[in-house]
């Protein structure tokens, strides 16, 4: 790492001690940023890096709400509003009992970039709560949004903070959480929170965006090297919102699905994974991935407490969580012939996964590049509300594939720019470093 920089980020670590993912976000954008400083003097003496660390706001409140025991329980909400440079604080809220400030904080790190290289006027924010909704009533999900919201309210806005969903945060728990909004407010402001129902002023293609977004991504490096999803063998992990969307563009590419996973393990379906039946039992019945091998006869097996990366694929397409693909794991997909990875998952890969991939020269599509389609086409949505509008499924598709396109064709661009030709991790923090930068300088002392 540049000297400069690496003062900066030691800095870091004594400010945010304990925050190791925040710190592994930081570590990895800055790794990148030390060209841009040679041709941008003025990012440095004007302290953009210190600055761009630094969330502007962090939002740390108690969540109270009662259970189908009758009893209380106490959860910890977080919003920490990062980056306010290109628009309102932008990103999503993750429910999981592993959400703590360091994880929200690196969320909200990459977030900024990312909003930055759609090209949209969005800034970076990210929050959620250790609360679990697994194994929860529908009640208890809606007491617990309520209680959330009650503190949220104050602090978010259409021209101030719109959060959306993330991790355990789909479309019941954005209309219990509109709803709240509404009911406090006694304002219909459509435009304060994404990913809403299409019921209620929610856009066609949001809930499809993030996965379909990274199948797009990566059929556009496919297509880089004269190749493309057709007649491809996949594995796709994790088996929420994001994978089940991936899997199901890349069925329409042409690509094969043999595997995806939950945290309890993976099932392998040879004859590629049934999308209607999977999205039965993750979807309507918030089930198990175990019961679809059940339910799928002979097609297809669950295997337990073991990575899916070990099975055999052409495309890897993480979609669970963070550090879901250590060095180890990108050695086996490597070896088993992996051309190309999209990070649909926000910083699946750790650092030694990623250097395996560059170093074998896999088509590495990064999260804040290749799952940008999910903020991307909330910030359509925002854009939707605003105008009491509303677009069809064709065009809003087309217009995230255009954005897709755009993102990819400029992290190319830009690693072309700075002598590194087919990286995409340092074209995707360069370009959106660049444009947050800029911003910053305009607005003066922000
Ligand atoms: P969901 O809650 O819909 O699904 C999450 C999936 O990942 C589940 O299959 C879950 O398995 C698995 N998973 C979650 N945590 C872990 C863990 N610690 N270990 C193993 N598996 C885990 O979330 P999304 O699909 O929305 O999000 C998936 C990823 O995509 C996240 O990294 C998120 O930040 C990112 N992302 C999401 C966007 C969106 O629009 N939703 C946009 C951009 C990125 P189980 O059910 O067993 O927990
Ligand atoms: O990580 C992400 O980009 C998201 N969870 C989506 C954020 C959004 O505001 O749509």
Redesign the pocket.
């Known amino acids: 790492m540049h000297e400069k920089l690496s003062s900066i980020y030691d800095n870091v670590l004594r400010r945010n001690p304990g925050e190791i993912e925040f710190h592994q976000a930081v570590r990895e954008v800055l790794e990148s940023i030390g060209p841009v400083l040679g041709k941008h003097p003025e990012y440095a003496e004007s302290k953009i890096i210190e600055r761009v660390c630094e969330p502007e706001r962090q939002i740390i409140f108690r969540v109270p709400w009662v259970d189908d025991q009758g009893q209380v329980q106490i959860n910890r909400g977080f919003r920490v509003e990062f980056n306010s440079a290109l628009g309102p604080y932008k990103g999503?809220l993750?429910?999981?009992p592993?959400v703590y400030l360091g994880i929200v904080k690196f969320?909200g790190f990459e977030q900024i970039f990312?909003n930055g290289l759609t090209g949209l006027p969005i800034g970076g924010g990210k929050g959620g709560s250790d609360f679990d909704p697994?194994g929860r009533s529908d009640r208890e999900v809606m007491s617990f949004c309520q209680s959330f919201m009650t503190e949220l309210y104050r602090h978010i806005g259409e021209y101030t903070d719109v959060p959306?969903?993330?991790?355990?945060?789909?479309g019941r728990e954005i209309g219990y959480l509109f709803g709240q909004y509404k009911r406090i407010t006694n304002r219909y402001e459509s435009g304060v929170i994404t990913?809403k129902g299409l019921a209620y002023g929610g856009a066609q293609v949001?809930t499809e965006?993030?996965?379909y977004g990274?199948a797009f991504f990566v059929e556009e490096m496919l297509k880089a090297r004269g190749t493309s999803f057709d007649g491809k063998r996949v594995v796709v992990?994790?088996?929420?919102?994001?994978?089940?969307y991936t899997i199901e563009k890349i069925e329409q590419l042409g690509g094969t699905v043999v595997a995806?996973?939950?945290?309890?393990g993976y099932v392998l379906d040879e004859k590629g994974i049934d999308l209607a039946l999977l999205k039965q039992v993750?979807q309507d019945e918030r089930g198990?991935?175990a019961t679809y091998a059940e339910r799928r006869g002979g097609h297809a097996s669950f295997v337990a407490e073991r990575s899916v990366w070990e099975v055999p694929c052409q495309v890897a397409m993480?979609?669970?969580?963070?550090n879901?693909i250590t060095g180890r794991d990108a050695a086996t997909l490597v070896e088993n012939g992996c051309v190309a990875v999209g990070e649909?998952?926000?910083?699946?890969t750790t650092p030694e996964g990623i250097k395996v991939f560059l170093d074998a020269g896999v088509a590495f599509g990064p999260?804040k590049a290749a799952?940008?389609?999910?903020?991307a086409?909330?910030a359509l949505e925002m854009q939707q509300n605003a105008s009491r509008d509303s677009w069809t499924f064709e065009f809003s598709e087309r217009r995230l594939q255009d954005i897709m396109s755009d993102i990819h064709g400029r992290c190319l661009q830009t690693a072309d720019e700075y002598g590194m030709p087919g990286n995409y991790v340092a074209g995707a923090n360069i370009d959106g470093f660049r444009r947050v930068a800029d911003a910053m300088l305009a607005l003066g002392l922000i």
Request: glycine fraction near 22%; hydrophobic fraction near 25%.
């Open positions: 999503g993750r429910f999981h592993s969320l990312k697994k959306a969903g993330d991790i355990g945060v789909g990913g949001r965006a993030t996965g990274c992990s994790g088996s929420g919102n994001v994978a089940i995806c996973s939950d945290s309890s993750k198990r991935l993480p979609s669970a969580t963070q879901e649909g998952a926000n910083m699946p999260g799952n940008a389609g999910g903020v086409t909330s």
